[in-house]
Structures are given as structure tokens and as C-alpha cells.
């Protein structure tokens, strides 16, 4: 079983659409990470959670330390939204332990 | 602030060759780590760098090496590439410690042939 497991694996869905997409981790975190990883391998940091719920724009995540669960939320979705999204937790080693992403793909 | 910067951008080479992958942290951020991204998988750890030496070293095998520099700026060598050495190269800096939030540059895209 891996250490973090993200879902769906896949997501299509129309613009305009709520998309959420799931990460549940099984270790002990000192913080989660959500990154977006565009065609050609460039990655972007979105979100770094310890605790509780952040908003970027359209972005929002939230994280359930309790639960070992966190989201991520995208309103009013466009296609340029397309992309990997990964969620990765650091533990106390420094390390980021990834999931395997979920493709996101918008059509308008 | 130029972010983290990583070159080359793409790299062709031949198996059983030597490569250098090179990377220039985020201003003011002192810990740099490596990742290596085969096509389709999420990003594997390699090693991270603190004060010029190795702190923490992933599942990799001797041939990956690193060295960092007083500068911060590190290097991620690879000898006797294999095909499967193939993937896109990560580098993220950081600040040290638990809680920092880590930046990404664009990668490297190694092809060995």
C-alpha cells in the first residue's frame, strides 16, 4: 500500500465544474503539499497545509490531520486549470513522500 | 527573484556515459533536494543537501551522486547512464527544517539512448 494514495487517477469534466480531488496518507506529516505539474515537467507548489484550510483564487484545500485526508478544491474550472495534480507530505526526515497525481483534464 | 533555475533543460546521452545536472536554488534558501520523475510515475526522492553535505539519501544506487556548493547552487551526477535513467530530474529548494515549503524548478529531461 503506498504511503500516499490520491483519487481519482483520472478526471474529465466540463468548464465550469467543481472539481475536487481526493489524498489520504498513512504516516505521520509535519506538512501536505498540493503541486501542480504541467506537460513538460515544470512543477508549481499550490498549497503547503499543516493544519485546517487555505484559499488561493479558485484553489482551495483543506487538510483533516485526524483523518490523514486532505483536498483539493477547483471552482468555476477552465481549461487552463488542465494539468497533473499532486499531492506529496513531508515528514520529519525533510523527505516529500508523493502521490502518484491525478490527470486533470477541462474541457471547454 | 529567478526561482529555482535548473540546466540544462534537455540532455541527449549515450549509455554508459557520465552526465551532470546543475541547480541554483531559490534566493535565501540553503537545502536542496533531487527528484527523478520517470514518464508517467510521480517523482522519486534521490538525496537532499544542507550545509554541502548529503542529509538524507532515497532508494538510489551509487552511480547518483551530488555534491552542493558555498554558494547553495548543487549538482546531481549520474555515471554509467543506464536507459532507465531516463526521466525528468526535479530539483526543489528549501529552507531547512519541517515545516517549509518547498519550490520546484522546471526540470531537466535526461534521454539516454
Known amino acids: 500500500k503506498n504511503e500516499v494514495e490520491q483519487s481519482p487517477q483520472n478526471l474529465t469534466a466540463q468548464e465550469g465544474e467543481f472539481i475536487t480531488i481526493n489524498c489520504s496518507y498513512s504516516?505521520?506529516?509535519?506538512?501536505l503539499h498540493w503541486l501542480q505539474q504541467h506537460p513538460g515537467g515544470g512543477i508549481v507548489s499550490l498549497f503547503m497545509?499543516?493544519?485546517?484550510?487555505k484559499k488561493h483564487g479558485r484553489l482551495i484545500a483543506t487538510i483533516n490531520i485526524q483523518e490523514k485526508h486532505s483536498s483539493l478544491h477547483i471552482t468555476a474550472s477552465h481549461p487552463r486549470d488542465s494539468a497533473v495534480y499532486i499531492c506529496?507530505?513531508?515528514?520529519?526526515?525533510?523527505?516529500?513522500?508523493w502521490g502518484a497525481g491525478t490527470k486533470l483534464i477541462i474541457k471547454p | 527573484d529567478a526561482g529555482v533555475t535548473q540546466s540544462p533543460t534537455h540532455l541527449i546521452k549515450t549509455r554508459g556515459q557520465q552526465v551532470t545536472l546543475r541547480c541554483s536554488p531559490k534566493?535565501?534558501?540553503?537545502?536542496v533536494s533531487w527528484y527523478q520523475q520517470a514518464l508517467g510515475q510521480g517523482p522519486q526522492f534521490i538525496f537532499q543537501?544542507?550545509?554541502?553535505?548529503?542529509?538524507q539519501r532515497g532508494n538510489f544506487p551509487d552511480r547518483f551522486s551530488g555534491h552542493q556548493f558555498p554558494n547553495y547552487s548543487s549538482e546531481l551526477n549520474v555515471n554509467a547512464l543506464l536507459l532507465g535513467d531516463s526521466a525528468l530530474y526535479l530539483c526543489?529548494?528549501?529552507?531547512?527544517?519541517?515545516?517549509?515549503?518547498?519550490?520546484f524548478g522546471q526540470g531537466t529531461r535526461l534521454t539516454v539512448v
Open positions: 534566493s535565501g534558501h540553503d537545502t
Open positions: 543537501y544542507y550545509e554541502e553535505e548529503e542529509r
Open positions: 506529496a507530505v513531508q515528514d520529519s526526515n525533510y523527505q516529500l513522500i
Open positions: 504516516v505521520g506529516i509535519s506538512a
Open positions: 497545509l499543516s493544519s485546517g484550510k
Open positions: 526543489a529548494s528549501s529552507w531547512p527544517g519541517e515545516n517549509t515549503e518547498a519550490f
